[in-house]
Nanobody
């Protein structure tokens, strides 16, 4: 069992930056693929970014490439999502997820956080 708690969401202006954190407890995440997903009202949950258990490989959806950076600190059992050059279309609830296996862009992860709201104003 892994519990995930996101933090760092909030209201920012377009072009601004925000860093999300995902703190895990219950079990080390060192051998889990970690991912970030987001869901806007009326939309399906969509993949944002993922990082391998080693942190050596990262994956991003096209719309955030060059703007978002996923990282992890296994010693702290924490995953981060640095979001720069934010756009109004980035507005969504952002979810942290953990998966025992290979990374996936589908929401087929084993554990999920409660989500944190990110709102980008124009």
């Amino acid at each position: 069992q892994v519990q995930l708690v996101e933090s760092g969401g909030g209201l920012v202006q377009a072009g601004g930056s925000l860093r999300l954190s995902c703190a895990a407890s219950g079990r080390t995440i060192s051998r889990f693929v970690m991912g970030w997903f987001r869901q806007a009202p009326g939309k399906e949950r969509e993949f944002v970014a993922a990082i391998s258990w080693s942190g050596l490989a990262t994956y991003y959806t096209d719309s955030v490439k060059g703007r978002f950076t996923i990282s992890r600190d296994n010693a702290k059992n924490t995953v981060y999502l640095q979001m720069n050059s934010l756009k109004p279309e980035d507005t969504a609830v952002y979810y942290c997820a953990a998966r025992a296996g290979i990374w996936s862009t589908e929401p087929l992860y084993d554990f999920w956080g409660q989500g944190t709201q990110v709102t980008v104003s124009s």
